[in-house]
C-alpha cells in the first residue's frame, strides 16, 4: 500500500498552497520533463540540481539520476501497476488496476467516456500529484521501481516518463526554443549542443523537413499536425523510455493523424496510448487495456483482444454496443 499521506500528499500539499501555473502549463512543464506545482524557478532550480548530480559526459538533455540508470538496466515489465485503487474525492475512479507494459511496445488503453483510462496514464508520471482530494492505493513501478515510493523523484519520473496531450499545445516560442525549453533547464547552454538535440528530435518526430528552414518561427504558426509534432520532439529532446499519450490525433486531421502513427509504429520507445479509435489501436499497439467504470477488464495482445475476446463487455465495446 502506498500512503495517501505519502510523496502524492505532500505533492498535492504544495501545489494547494501555491497559486502555480495554470493547469495547461503544469502539463506543459511536465511535458518538458519538469517539477510542476510549484513555481517555474523552483522547477528549474530542482532540474539542475538533479542535472549537477547525474553521472558526467552525458549529451544535454539526456537522462540522469537513478531511475535512468536503472531504466537502461531493467528488464522485467517497464511499467507495473499493482492493485491500484484511486479516488478523487469520495469518487473511486480506478478499481484494483494490475496491469505489466512490457518496454518498447506500444499499449494502448481503450474504453468509453469517463472509464479512468487518463486518470491511469497521467499516474504513471505523476501528474495527477495536482488534482486536490486525489488519493492512491497500490503500487506504480517504472523500470522495477517504485514511483509513489517514499524516496522517489518526480522529476527524474517525468523525465523518464514524456508526456504527449490531447490538444497540441506547444508553448509560445519558436520552434527551436520549444525543443530546448527541457534540456536547457537540465543544464544544457552550448548552441552547438543544442542545434543537434533540436535536430535529432525533429528528426525522430518526422517533422524536421517540414520545420528546418523556420526553427525561428513560432510554433504557433504551425498546423495542428506540426504542432502535435512540435509537442512529440519536445518530448523526445529529454530521451524519455516511455512516451505517454492521451488521444493525440484526435485534434488532427486524416493526413496528420497518419504521420504521428507512423512516428508511434516507428519509434523504439515504450510507449502508452489512449484512444477512443479502434483502429488507430489495432493499427499501432501490441498490447490493448481495455477499462470500463475504472476496472481494467481485460488485458491482452492486441490481436486476441479485437478478434477474440475473452469477456462479454470487452466484445460489447469494440463491436460498438456500447460506449
Ligand atoms: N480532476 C478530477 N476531479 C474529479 N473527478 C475527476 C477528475 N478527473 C477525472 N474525474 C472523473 O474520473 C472519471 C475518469 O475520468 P478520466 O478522465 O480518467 O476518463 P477517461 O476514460 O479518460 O474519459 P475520456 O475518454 O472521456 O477522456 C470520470 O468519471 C471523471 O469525471
Ligand atoms: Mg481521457
Same mark, same amino acid.
Given at each position: ?5 505519502g510523496p502524492i500528499g505532500e505533492a498535492l500539499?504544495a501545489a494547494?498552497?501555491?497559486? =502555480? ?5 503544469r502539463?506543459?512543464l511536465a511535458l518538458a520533463g519538469l517539477a510542476v506545482g510549484g513555481?517555474?524557478?523552483d522547477a528549474?532550480?530542482e532540474a539542475?540540481a538533479s ?5 558526467? =559526459? ?7 539520476g537513478?531511475l535512468?540508470?536503472? =531504466? ?6 517497464? &511499467? ?21 507494459? %512490457? ?19 497521467k499516474l504513471l508520471n505523476r501528474m495527477n500529484d495536482f ?9 506504480i513501478?517504472v523500470? #522495477?521501481r517504485s514511483i509513489y515510493g517514499p524516496d522517489s523523484d518526480p522529476v527524474s519520473i517525468r523525465r523518464l516518463v514524456?508526456m ?22 537540465? #543544464? ?23 520545420? %528546418?528552414?523556420?526553427?525561428? %518561427? ?5 498546423? =495542428? ?6 509537442? &512529440? ?21 486524416? &493526413? ?48 486476441? &483482444? ?18
Open positions: 500500500m502506498v500512503a495517501q499521506s500539499g494547494g498552497a501555491a497559486a =502555480g501555473p495554470s493547469r495547461d502549463a502539463e506543459g513555481a517555474e524557478a528549474a532550480g539542475k542535472a549537477a548530480n547525474g553521472p558526467k =559526459g552525458q549529451a544535454p538533455g539526456g537522462l540522469d537513478p535512468a540508470a536503472e =531504466g537502461a538496466a531493467f528488464e522485467g515489465p517497464i &511499467i507495473e501497476a499493482v492493485d491500484v485503487d484511486f479516488y478523487y474525492g469520495a469518487f473511486h475512479a480506478l478499481k484494483g488496476v494490475s496491469l505489466a507494459v %512490457k518496454a518498447h511496445e506500444v499499449t494502448a488503453l481503450i474504453g468509453p467516456s469517463g472509464c479512468g483510462k487518463s486518470t491511469f496514464l488534482v486536490p482530494g486525489a488519493r492512491l492505493s497500490g503500487e513501478k523500470a #522495477g514524456g504527449v496531450f490531447q490538444r497540441p499545445n506547444p508553448f509560445p516560442k519558436s520552434i527551436y526554443d520549444n525543443i530546448c525549453y527541457g534540456p536547457r533547464l537540465t #543544464g544544457a547552454r552550448k548552441k552547438a549542443d543544442l542545434d543537434v538535440l533540436v535536430e535529432k528530435a525533429l528528426r525522430a518526430a518526422a517533422l524536421w523537413d517540414d520545420v %528546418k528552414d523556420k526553427l525561428a %518561427k513560432s510554433a504557433l504558426e504551425l498546423s =495542428g499536425g506540426q504542432q502535435q509534432r512540435v509537442c &512529440i520532439a519536445r518530448a523526445l529532446a529529454l530521451s524519455p523510455e516511455i512516451l505517454l499519450m492521451d488521444e493525440p490525433t484526435s485534434a488532427l486531421d486524416p &493526413i496528420a493523424t497518419a504521420k504521428v502513427e507512423e512516428w508511434i509504429k516507428g519509434a523504439n520507445l515504450s510507449i502508452v496510448i489512449v484512444t477512443h479509435n479502434m483502429q488507430q489501436a489495432a493499427r499501432v499497439s501490441d498490447h490493448t487495456a481495455f477499462f470500463y467504470m475504472g476496472e481494467l477488464v481485460e488485458f491482452g495482445p492486441t490481436m486476441e &483482444i479485437f478478434t477474440r475476446p475473452r469477456e462479454l463487455r470487452t466484445e460489447n465495446y469494440i463491436t460498438g454496443r456500447f460506449g
